[in-house]
């Protein structure tokens, strides 16, 4: 498959009640613009749980990597997370909205 940001858009419907991919704003969760190359618990103004908090100091950084682990199980990776999502199972899903975030992102 390959990636596909407009298909991503749609998928980031799932994720738009607690994000938002174009501004700094927080909302339920973290803002995701800018977040390739991001280390995980580091947006400014966002109170992250003690366990995404700890995964930034341990040296997580979001990479295309990093970000397909954790949304196909956001719980399984960072353990004690507390976005309250099951995460994404389709692999295409995944790559897609990848490609989404990377639009927003340097
Ligand atoms: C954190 C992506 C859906 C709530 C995060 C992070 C990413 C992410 C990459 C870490 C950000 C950072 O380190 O700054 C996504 C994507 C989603 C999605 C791509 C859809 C496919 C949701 C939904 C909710 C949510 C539906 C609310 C029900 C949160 C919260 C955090 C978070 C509260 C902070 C987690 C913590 O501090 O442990 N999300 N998310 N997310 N997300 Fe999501």
Sequence with gaps: FG???AAGEKVFA??????????DQ????????GLLGRTAG???????SAAMADAGKGG???DETTLATYLHDPKGVVK???MAF???KADK???DVIAYLKQFSP
């Excluded at 799932?14 to 501004?23: E, I, L, N």
């Excluded at 927080?26 to 613009?33: M, Q």
């Excluded at 580091?42 to 992250?48: P, R």
């Design 14 to 23: 799932k994720c738009k009640a607690c994000h938002v991919s174009d501004t």
């Design 3 to 5: 990636q596909d940001a």
């Design 42 to 48: 580091s947006h400014e103004g966002f109170k992250y």
């Design 26 to 33: 927080n909302k339920i969760g973290p803002s995701l613009k």
């Design 93 to 95: 899903d995944v790559a």
């Design 80 to 82: 004690g997370t507390k």
């Design 86 to 88: 099951v995460g994404l």
């Design 60 to 62: 997580m950084v979001w």
